[in-house]
């Protein structure tokens, strides 16, 4: 989500499909209502993705654990190697 997102306006069906076109390619588009970014179309893989690290950081634990994280484990990474210890403590 680096890139800057395409923009949609509110009104209009053709712009909505086309905003569906385009999260079904991957990308984000900022919904603009009276020219203000009132909400972002996603692709349904990223907003997954993003509630699963709100998850992780939500958890006092892994975020314990990421502090203990060796330096050069990040990114995706990171987030894997919570998810690991979360899954292996919620098992035991």
Same mark, same amino acid.
């Given at each position: 989500?680096?890139?800057?997102?395409?923009?949609?306006? !509110?009104?209009?069906?053709? &712009?909505?499909?086309? @905003?569906? +076109?385009?999260?079904?390619?991957? =990308?984000? #588009?900022?919904?603009?209502?009276?020219?203000?970014?009132?909400?972002?179309?996603?692709?349904?893989?990223?907003?997954?993705?993003?509630?699963? !690290?709100?998850?992780?950081? &939500?958890?006092?634990? @892994?975020? +314990?654990?990421?502090?203990?994280? =060796?330096? #050069?484990?990040?990114?995706?990474?990171?987030?894997?190697?919570?998810?690991?210890?979360?899954?292996?403590?919620?098992?035991?």
């Amino acid at each position: 989500m680096s890139e800057q997102p395409t923009s949609v306006s !509110t009104d209009g069906l053709e &712009s909505w499909n086309d @905003a569906v +076109r385009r999260a079904e390619r991957g =990308e984000t #588009v900022a919904v603009i209502a009276h020219g203000q970014h009132v909400a972002d179309v996603v692709p349904s893989g990223e907003l997954d993705r993003l509630r699963e !690290t709100i998850e992780v950081l &939500s958890d006092p634990y @892994a975020m +314990r654990d990421l502090a203990d994280t =060796e330096p #050069v484990v990040s990114g995706i990474d990171a987030i894997r190697e919570l998810v690991a210890g979360r899954v292996a403590r919620e098992t035991r």
